[in-house]
């Protein structure tokens, strides 16, 4: 199974940016999916979550900012991320939640998104 993850970049204050993951391997990405970030001495932090149902969740520092999806024909989860802020900075990776597999959890390599004010 790999998730590769796509679509980072340097973009200015107040821009947009859609990330991709594309699911390999055999398995569905119409699993529980998310997207985290990263930033050098913190932890890892959930941004934006999918249920199998569709079902979404947002942190609250994206909410109304960022939208996440996903393309069950191309096998592939989105993250829109619109009016990007600074603080917005840091390397992003994809997770899948193998339901039928004990809730195995599979990353992606992780894209690097930097704002600049």
């Known amino acids: 199974v790999q998730l590769q993850a796509s679509g980072g970049g340097l973009v200015q204050t107040g821009g947009s940016l859609r990330l991709s993951c594309v699911v390999s391997?055999?398995?569905?990405?119409?699993?529980?999916m998310a997207w985290h970030r990263q930033v050098p001495g913190k932890q890892r932090e959930l941004v934006a979550s999918?249920?199998?149902?569709?079902?979404?969740n947002y942190a609250d520092s994206v909410k109304g900012r960022f939208t996440i999806s996903r393309d069950s024909a191309k096998n592939t989860a989105y993250l829109q991320m619109n009016s990007l802020k600074p603080e917005d900075t840091a390397v992003y990776y994809c997770?899948?939640?193998?339901?039928?597999?004990?809730?195995?959890?599979?990353w992606g390599q992780g894209t690097q998104v930097t704002v600049s004010s």
């Open positions: 997770k899948l939640i193998d339901r039928l597999r004990n809730w195995k959890v599979y």
């Open positions: 391997g055999g398995i569905s990405s119409v699993n529980p």
């Open positions: 999918i249920r199998s149902d569709g079902d979404t």
